[in-house]
Structure formats: C-alpha cells, structure tokens
C-alpha cells in the first residue's frame, strides 16, 4: 500500500521530500526527476534549493509531467515557462536536461511518442513528484484514462480548466487542451510521491489511497505501484479511514528507511 505521511504543514512536507531528493541526488550519477508543476510542490522546490545551494546539480536531469497543447512557450503559464521560472532557474539546473513536453500543434501528432522515447532513453524517472487534481486526475489524466496510457493529447474538464483559471487573465485563456504523460507511464517511474493541502483535495486523496481501482478516479492507480509516498497535510488526510494508522506507522518507522 501506499504510504501515507501526515505532516504539520507544507512546509514539513517540502522538507521531508525535498531531504528523499537530496538522497537521491547524491547517490545516483545520473538521477532523473520527474517534475510536477501547479501550486502543490512549490514547498518542495523551496526547500529543495536552500539544501541544493552551491551543489554540483549538473548531472541532474528532468521531466515535466505535462504541457498545455497551443500555448506558446513563451507564455509565462505555460508549464515550459513555469518549469524554468520555479525549478531550473532557482535550483541552478542545466535547461538542455529539463525536458517538458511539447506542446505545438504542428507537431503534436508524434510529440507523445517522442516524449515516452526521451524518457526511456535517460533510463526513466527515479523520483515522481504529483499533485493531485479535485477531480481527481495526476498529471492531466482526467477521469477516464486507461491505467495503461503513454503520453498523449487529452481534453481537459471544465472543472480543471476552472482550476486553472486563476494562472491566466480570464477562463476564455486557459487552453482546452493538454499533452500529458499517461498514468502508464507514470507507473514506469521508480518512485511517486503525491502530495496534497487543504480540504479542498480530500476526497480525492480518500479516493485514491483507499477508495477501489477506477479510470473515474485516475490517481487511484497508484495503488498499483509498489514504491508510493503520499505527503498530506491534516486538511487533506481529514477524509481517510486509515488515519490513525499511517500516523503510527510512520512515527514507528525504522530511521533507515527513508520514505
Ligand atoms: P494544484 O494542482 O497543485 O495547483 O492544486 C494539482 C493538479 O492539478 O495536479
């Protein structure tokens, strides 16, 4: 089962996360991050340079999870743009190894396959950030993707382009469409770590901690991997049945174990 961490605050959650990609920085020549963009991991990009400041990060690569389909990378919300203004710039990465899906119309037809290709070729993600939606997606896999999908193009909600209105000047901006990596494909990484606040994304996390296997509830498929870390707050853990539980578990937990 997932493991389920019940933090204080964001904060706590961005240390505790931020410390596991430390780890893994340091112990790999060749780790690849998988990035997640939205308000969710921002905590985690923070803390990760105060302890990544004046480090060799040159051998680290990346990948973004999604990109919004028509958007110019230029444009300061797409998550190109975002990926470099909140990760690669603040943490002193190299750009050419950050990778982001490409969201070009022109292109778009090859530009999932190309992208599953880029990923197998660095050898996969060692460490997975992801937030989760309120309607539940990872990634941008909305309710209905196949548990088997790669990246590809989807359509996104009504609820989730409302979500991301705030990020543009008006609803009409944000993009109906998005190139996302598939929930197969996210599996394939060796570790995810989900991360939630607020009340807002309870039931969403009930649904995919303890709630059954459905495509309705893509997050869900996270119960298929054996290496997950879910990092929430109280707010967001206010829904689980099993609370009590992983709070004991963890504050039981071997020191060596890491998360
Ligand atoms: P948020 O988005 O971090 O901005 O809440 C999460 C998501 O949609 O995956």
């Not at 119309?105 to 992801?130: F, H, K, S």
């Not at 469409?177 to 996210?186: F, M, P, S």
């Not at 829904?239 to 709070?247: I, K, P």
Request: charged share 20%; proline share 6%; net charge negative.
């Amino acid at each position: 089962m997932a493991e389920v961490v019940i933090v204080e605050n964001k904060d706590a959650a961005g240390a505790l996360v931020a410390d596991e990609m430390v780890r893994l920085i340091e112990s790999k020549p060749d780790p690849v991050l998988g990035l997640a963009t939205g308000s969710t991991p921002t905590p985690v990009y923070q803390a990760l340079r105060e302890r990544l400041a004046g480090r060799d990060v040159s051998h680290v690569r990346g990948f973004a999870l999604d990109e919004y389909v028509g958007l110019d990378p230029a444009h300061p919300e797409s998550y190109r743009s975002v990926i470099t203004r909140e990760v690669v710039e603040p943490l002193g990465l190299d750009p050419a190894l950050i990778q982001v899906p490409n969201g070009a119309e022109e292109t778009i037809e090859r530009a999932g396959d190309d992208y599953e290709q880029a990923i197998l070729g660095a050898g996969g993600v060692d460490l997975q950030l992801l937030g989760i939606g309120t309607t539940g997606h990872i990634g941008f896999n909305e309710p209905g993707s196949s548990f088997a999908s790669t990246t590809r193009v989807k359509t996104l909600t009504e609820q989730t382009r409302r979500d991301n209105a705030r990020f543009f000047a008006s609803l009409d901006e944000v993009p109906r469409h998005c190139i996302t990596q598939g929930l197969g494909t996210i599996l394939r990484a060796r570790h995810l770590v989900l991360l939630a606040f607020g009340e807002g994304k309870a039931q969403a996390v009930a649904g995919a901690v303890e709630g059954p296997l459905s495509s309705m509830l893509p997050a869900s498929a996270i119960q298929l991997h054996p290496h997950v870390t879910v990092v929430v707050d109280e707010a967001a853990a206010s829904r689980l049945e099993l609370a009590d539980y992983y709070r004991y578990t963890f504050a039981n937990k071997p020191a060596w174990q890491g998360i």
